[in-house]
């Protein structure tokens, strides 16, 4: 029987969706998550999930909850590291140990215990890399050392994490796309969307184009400056759009960003309004389903799932060139770069313009984010290079 560790949080479906498509077909491993989030309640169907699959989660009882950021920091860190230090005393040894999101204090855990895992494997999101000025340090460098595999989401990170890390690392990184389910869940949903249901459902207008912009709620989005050049559109293209702000998934400190955008957005008197509450998983297919273009000038990404998503549901992308989307940069995808946001006022003249010919050719883009993100393709990467299965 393998013995599989995951240092990650129990209650995201993104560790549901790792679990589900690689590690529960073989009947062999056994599973246990090492939960870094500071609240042990499961939201029911993932505890459903764990439960039906013989999955272990550890929890850290009574964590600080003060005030003091730095305080808190440290407290649960010496907690949580007194728990896991037990757990791994516990096993002797775990076959693998996954990290699924590389934060420092995973850094510190991995570089204490590492003894206790034959192979780590670290799996680094975007905004790991994309956002974090610490790779370099004593803990990081520890934990990038003993990593057997280190896998990063695109090209641009992987490019990002050589470059920070001074190539230090460069024989062992690689690129694998996490496993999401998005080609399943938004094909699985598809033959059951009605565009007039699924803006009901947000509130949306039925007579105009829908125009979602970002995905998060936080300042790197620029909203402000995205807001700006819409507002410079033409007044005839902009009678026919409805813009949505997506500002739902967000850190802890996001509402105040929020208002913010909703008083700018009321000010600028553009035609559109700001999602504010979170939303439901399974609801996601519907946002986009219900929308036609998607409009991203976040300062930094990673190819994300958002995006892909938005991309199976045939809309139009209008994004910054300075994301580096390498993987859509080929004859395969139908898009809109921009060099600048300022650039955005004249693009959406000139997609609008033309929409019922660009909407046509988006859907293009649906065949091309399948050859790169189905379940399948995704499994046998991870088989291949990291489970040594041959395919």
């Given at each position: 029987?393998?013995?599989?560790?995951?240092?990650?949080?129990?209650?995201?479906?993104?560790?549901?969706?790792?679990?589900?498509?690689?590690?529960?077909?073989?009947?062999?491993?056994?599973?246990?998550?090492?939960?870094?989030?500071?609240?042990?309640?499961?939201?029911?169907?993932?505890?459903?999930?764990?439960t039906d699959?013989?999955?272990?989660?550890?929890?850290?009882?009574?964590?600080?909850?003060?005030?003091?950021?730095?305080?808190?920091?440290?407290?649960?860190?010496?907690?949580?590291?007194?728990?896991?230090?037990?757990?791994?005393?516990?096993?002797?040894?775990?076959?693998?140990?996954?990290?699924?999101?590389?934060?420092?204090?995973?850094?510190?855990?991995?570089?204490?215990?590492?003894?206790?895992?034959?192979?780590?494997?670290?799996?680094?999101?975007?905004?790991?890399?994309?956002?974090?000025?610490?790779?370099?340090?004593?803990?990081?460098?520890?934990?990038?050392?003993?990593?057997?595999?280190?896998?990063?989401?695109?090209?641009?990170?992987?490019?990002?994490?050589?470059?920070?890390?001074?190539?230090?690392?460069?024989?062992?990184?690689?690129?694998?796309?996490?496993?999401?389910?998005?080609?399943?869940?938004?094909?699985?949903?598809?033959?059951?969307?009605?565009?007039?249901?699924?803006?009901?459902?947000?509130?949306?207008?039925?007579?105009?184009?829908?125009?979602?912009?970002?995905?998060?709620?936080?300042?790197?989005?620029?909203?402000?400056?995205?807001?700006?050049?819409?507002?410079?559109?033409?007044?005839?293209?902009?009678?026919?759009c409805?813009?949505?702000?997506?500002?739902?998934?967000?850190?802890?400190?996001?509402?105040?960003?929020?208002?913010?955008?909703?008083?700018?957005?009321?000010?600028?008197?553009?035609?559109?309004?700001?999602?504010?509450?979170?939303?439901?998983?399974?609801?996601?297919?519907?946002?986009?389903?219900?929308?036609?273009?998607?409009?991203?000038?976040?300062?930094?990404d990673?190819?994300?799932?958002?995006l892909?998503?938005?991309m199976?549901?045939?809309?139009?992308?209008?994004?910054g060139?300075?994301?580096?989307?390498?993987?859509?940069?080929?004859?395969?995808?139908?898009?809109?770069?921009?060099?600048?946001?300022?650039?955005?006022?004249?693009?959406?003249?000139?997609?609008?313009?033309?929409?019922e010919?660009?909407i046509?050719?988006?859907?293009?883009?649906?065949?091309?984010?399948?050859?790169?993100?189905?379940?399948?393709?995704?499994?046998?990467?991870?088989?291949?290079?990291?489970?040594?299965k041959?395919?």
């Amino acid at each position: 029987m393998k013995k599989i560790l995951i240092i990650g949080a129990a209650n995201l479906q993104h560790t549901v969706n790792f679990i589900d498509t690689l590690l529960i077909d073989d009947s062999k491993n056994q599973v246990t998550i090492f939960n870094t989030e500071y609240k042990s309640d499961l939201i029911p169907k993932i505890e459903a999930f764990y439960t039906d699959n013989a999955v272990k989660v550890i929890n850290t009882e009574n964590l600080s909850r003060s005030k003091n950021g730095k305080i808190r920091a440290v407290i649960n860190l010496m907690k949580m590291k007194r728990v896991l230090h037990n757990e791994c005393r516990l096993n002797k040894q775990y076959n693998m140990c996954f990290i699924l999101y590389c934060s420092w204090q995973s850094s510190i855990w991995v570089s204490k215990y590492y003894k206790f895992f034959k192979k780590v494997v670290l799996v680094y999101f975007g905004s790991d890399v994309l956002r974090n000025e610490k790779l370099t340090n004593h803990f990081f460098n520890k934990m990038n050392n003993v990593a057997e595999n280190i896998i990063l989401p695109n090209l641009n990170t992987l490019e990002k994490f050589n470059e920070k890390t001074n190539n230090m690392y460069e024989s062992k990184s690689c690129v694998i796309q996490y496993p999401q389910k998005i080609v399943a869940t938004m094909l699985g949903y598809q033959p059951l969307h009605d565009k007039k249901h699924d803006r009901e459902f947000f509130n949306l207008p039925l007579d105009k184009i829908i125009v979602l912009c970002g995905h998060t709620a936080t300042a790197a989005e620029q909203y402000e400056k995205m807001i700006d050049a819409l507002t410079r559109c033409r007044k005839d293209i902009l009678d026919k759009c409805y813009f949505v702000f997506m500002m739902t998934y967000a850190p802890g400190d996001y509402q105040n960003y929020q208002e913010k955008i909703c008083n700018y957005l009321l000010k600028s008197k553009l035609n559109g309004t700001v999602l504010k509450s979170r939303i439901k998983y399974e609801d996601m297919p519907k946002l986009h389903y219900a929308c036609d273009v998607h409009i991203t000038t976040i300062k930094t990404d990673a190819l994300s799932c958002f995006l892909q998503e938005e991309m199976l549901a045939g809309n139009i992308l209008i994004y910054g060139k300075w994301l580096n989307y390498y993987e859509i940069e080929n004859e395969k995808f139908f898009s809109f770069p921009i060099n600048t946001i300022s650039d955005l006022t004249e693009t959406v003249n000139m997609v609008i313009g033309k929409f019922e010919e660009n909407i046509k050719m988006s859907k293009n883009n649906i065949k091309g984010i399948m050859e790169l993100a189905s379940e399948n393709a995704i499994r046998n990467e991870w088989n291949r290079i990291i489970f040594k299965k041959q395919m």
